[in-house]
């Protein structure tokens, strides 16, 4: 164990401290943390929104300026997976099990309880999915897209510890290999592990709602329990396979059921209605994008209040997601150019996620206004099979969905596995199987002692909490990374403009000479 850095057993600490002090008393762990929480939301809201805002202008200036040319690798560098694998593997990292959890109920939701319409009307249907775009969309992927830049850049362009704390050498130095250093890793890793934990614990819940609402199967602590073993055994499993193995035929294996459950929705559904409202929805998106990135409703406590609960919310847990999502997009983009990087991750996955919730966000609001089943009282777990059960194939749909979430789930506790392992043995690219079995069983654990002990959701309110010190550390890899750029380009400079054409003629005697 010799490869093990201190970050992990500080880390460790922290996440046992966090635990115990759910077990022994979690009504006050779970409010302490929710008012830190509100506080947080309500004091930085207008922070957030310039951030993440600011963010995304950034990815979309490296996708036009010249220094988007410049390799992710050295310069005979080839990436290292195929374009179809990289996005399957960036993907389900990112978002994937996300989407089967509240593709059908977060449409629902604003549809019932949008920001600004009145419930339950036409107008709030199309608001509805308004937002969804924007909470899903180019904002949450801009996050994403910039931490995982930042590493990939500095790990494979400047042969630096594939490390958070290692992005900030051009600005703080030989500082970044002491304590400051580690106090950064330590929050990346918290942040990581507390999300992943969050991620099992409502994986688990969902497969059990569904297997509840479809067979009878109780949905309690003793079922759960039974789901993160099986789940843990597969993933750790996976995780020894290497990461050109488990989580590359896992990613692949994602794509294929979240394709074939897409596909049996889209024509099962109301098909037509579902590409009106994609089209519409792409249009409302566009033309008020700026205005949602910016509303924070000052004077307006109700609508205040809404922001608080679900954009600034939002913000705060893409940004406290990030060091795990982009540690893990920035080791499979070796060999990608900077603009290729950041049209791939920062458009496609948008597309995807759009045309996911139009189709299942249409067809709940659907059912919903049909009259024959009342989606809002179901636990959102359960929603998606709810609607399910209102098609034809209904069978077939919720047991590619229950098959669909349970890969997600393993491919995203292996990913994760995976990051641990790196950030934890000095950014090693290749951590060791070991390294890597000590972090999953320690994420099964808390997941399993938070669903015991009722405490997810303190554990989600800590996540949102870290991400405010992490957006801090955010600015400053933008920084760095722009410091890093400047310089490169002008070394490259030469290399960056485009090169003068060459008269035929004399290219031809200069081949023949």
């Given at each position: 164990?010799?490869?093990?850095?201190?970050?992990?057993?500080?880390?460790?600490?922290?996440?046992?401290?966090?635990?115990?002090?759910?077990?022994?008393?979690?009504?006050?762990?779970?409010?302490?943390?929710?008012?830190?929480?509100?506080?947080?939301?309500?004091?930085?809201?207008?922070?957030?929104?310039?951030?993440?805002?600011?963010?995304?202008?950034?990815?979309?200036?490296?996708?036009?300026?010249?220094?988007?040319?410049?390799?992710?690798?050295?310069?005979?560098?080839?990436?290292?997976?195929?374009?179809?694998?990289?996005?399957?593997?960036?993907?389900?990292?990112?978002?994937?099990?996300?989407?089967?959890?509240?593709?059908?109920?977060?449409?629902?939701?604003?549809?019932?309880?949008?920001?600004?319409?009145?419930?339950?009307?036409?107008?709030?249907?199309?608001?509805?999915?308004?937002?969804?775009?924007?909470?899903?969309?180019?904002?949450?992927?801009?996050?994403?897209?910039?931490?995982?830049?930042?590493?990939?850049?500095?790990?494979?362009?400047?042969?630096?510890?594939?490390?958070?704390?290692?992005?900030?050498?051009?600005?703080?130095?030989?500082?970044?290999?002491?304590?400051?250093?580690?106090?950064?890793?330590?929050?990346?890793v918290f942040a990581t592990v507390v999300g992943v934990a969050t991620t099992l614990g409502f994986g688990a819940a969902q497969i059990n709602?569904?297997?509840?609402?479809?067979?009878?199967?109780?949905?309690?602590?003793?079922?759960?329990?039974?789901?993160?073993?099986?789940?843990?055994?597969?993933?750790?499993?996976?995780?020894?396979?290497?990461?050109?193995?488990?989580?590359?035929?896992?990613?692949?294996?994602?794509?294929?059921?979240?394709?074939?459950?897409?596909?049996?929705?889209?024509?099962?559904?109301?098909?037509?209605?579902?590409?009106?409202?994609?089209?519409?929805?792409?249009?409302?998106?566009?033309?008020?994008?700026?205005?949602?990135?910016?509303?924070?409703?000052?004077?307006?406590?109700?609508?205040?209040?809404?922001?608080?609960?679900?954009?600034?919310?939002?913000?705060?847990?893409?940004?406290?997601?990030?060091?795990?999502?982009?540690?893990?997009?920035?080791?499979?983009?070796?060999?990608?150019?900077?603009?290729?990087?950041?049209?791939?991750?920062?458009?496609?996955?948008?597309?995807?996620?759009?045309?996911?919730?139009?189709?299942?966000?249409?067809?709940?609001?659907?059912?919903?206004?049909?009259?024959?089943?009342?989606?809002?009282?179901?636990?959102?777990?359960?929603?998606?099979?709810?609607?399910?059960?209102?098609?034809?194939?209904?069978?077939?749909?919720?047991?590619?969905?229950?098959?669909?979430?349970?890969?997600?789930?393993?491919?995203?506790?292996?990913?994760?596995?995976?990051?641990?392992?790196?950030?934890?043995?000095?950014?090693?690219?290749?951590?060791?199987?070991?390294?890597?079995?000590?972090?999953?069983?320690?994420?099964?654990?808390?997941?399993?002692?938070?669903?015991?002990?009722?405490?997810?959701?303190?554990?989600?309110?800590?996540?949102?909490?870290?991400?405010?010190?992490?957006?801090?550390?955010?600015?400053?890899?933008?920084?760095?990374?722009?410091?890093?750029?400047?310089?490169?380009?002008?070394?490259?400079?030469?290399?960056?403009?485009?090169?003068?054409?060459?008269?035929?003629?004399?290219?031809?005697?200069?081949?023949?000479?």
């Amino acid at each position: 164990m010799k490869k093990i850095s201190s970050v992990f057993w500080i880390t460790l600490s922290i996440v046992l401290a966090a635990v115990i002090f759910g077990i022994a008393a979690p009504s006050s762990f779970e409010e302490l943390t929710e008012n830190i929480q509100a506080m947080i939301t309500s004091t930085f809201g207008w922070y957030y929104l310039i951030l993440v805002t600011v963010i995304v202008l950034f990815c979309i200036f490296l996708i036009f300026s010249p220094v988007g040319a410049i390799k992710l690798g050295k310069p005979d560098d080839k990436p290292d997976f195929k374009k179809s694998t990289w996005f399957a593997m960036l993907f389900s990292a990112g978002m994937g099990i996300g989407l089967v959890f509240w593709g059908a109920a977060e449409p629902l939701s604003h549809y019932l309880n949008p920001p600004l319409a009145e419930g339950g009307t036409n107008a709030a249907q199309k608001e509805a999915m308004r937002y969804v775009f924007f909470h899903w969309g180019i904002h949450a992927w801009g996050i994403y897209a910039m931490v995982a830049l930042v590493l990939a850049y500095f790990k494979f362009r400047k042969n630096e510890p594939g490390l958070v704390s290692a992005t900030l050498k051009p600005l703080f130095g030989s500082k970044m290999d002491g304590g400051f250093g580690k106090v950064i890793d330590v929050l990346a890793v918290f942040a990581t592990v507390v999300g992943v934990a969050t991620t099992l614990g409502f994986g688990a819940a969902q497969i059990n709602g569904g297997l509840s609402y479809l067979t009878g199967v109780p949905n309690n602590f003793a079922v759960q329990f039974i789901i993160i073993i099986v789940v843990t055994i597969l993933f750790m499993i996976s995780a020894s396979t290497g990461l050109g193995k488990g989580i590359k035929y896992l990613s692949n294996t994602n794509m294929v059921l979240a394709v074939g459950l897409f596909a049996l929705m889209f024509f099962i559904g109301p098909t037509i209605l579902i590409l009106n409202m994609f089209t519409d929805s792409v249009g409302g998106y566009i033309q008020n994008l700026i205005q949602m990135s910016f509303r924070i409703a000052p004077l307006n406590e109700e609508h205040r209040t809404w922001i608080n609960d679900w954009t600034i919310f939002y913000w705060a847990w893409w940004i406290s997601w990030s060091p795990f999502v982009g540690i893990f997009i920035a080791r499979v983009s070796r060999g990608r150019t900077i603009r290729e990087f950041m049209m791939v991750v920062l458009l496609l996955p948008s597309v995807v996620s759009f045309l996911w919730f139009t189709t299942f966000g249409i067809s709940s609001i659907g059912v919903q206004k049909s009259g024959n089943i009342d989606l809002s009282p179901l636990p959102t777990e359960q929603i998606l099979f709810a609607v399910f059960s209102e098609y034809p194939g209904s069978v077939i749909l919720s047991i590619v969905a229950i098959a669909l979430i349970s890969t997600f789930f393993i491919t995203s506790a292996d990913s994760a596995t995976f990051v641990l392992g790196m950030q934890t043995t000095y950014g090693s690219l290749t951590p060791p199987n070991r390294v890597k079995m000590i972090w999953g069983i320690a994420q099964s654990a808390i997941a399993l002692v938070l669903l015991y002990s009722g405490g997810l959701q303190a554990l989600q309110n800590i996540l949102v909490i870290a991400a405010l010190p992490f957006s801090f550390i955010m600015c400053l890899m933008m920084l760095s990374l722009y410091r890093s750029l400047a310089k490169e380009k002008k070394e490259l400079g030469l290399y960056l403009k485009p090169k003068p054409r060459k008269n035929k003629r004399a290219e031809q005697k200069t081949r023949e000479f």
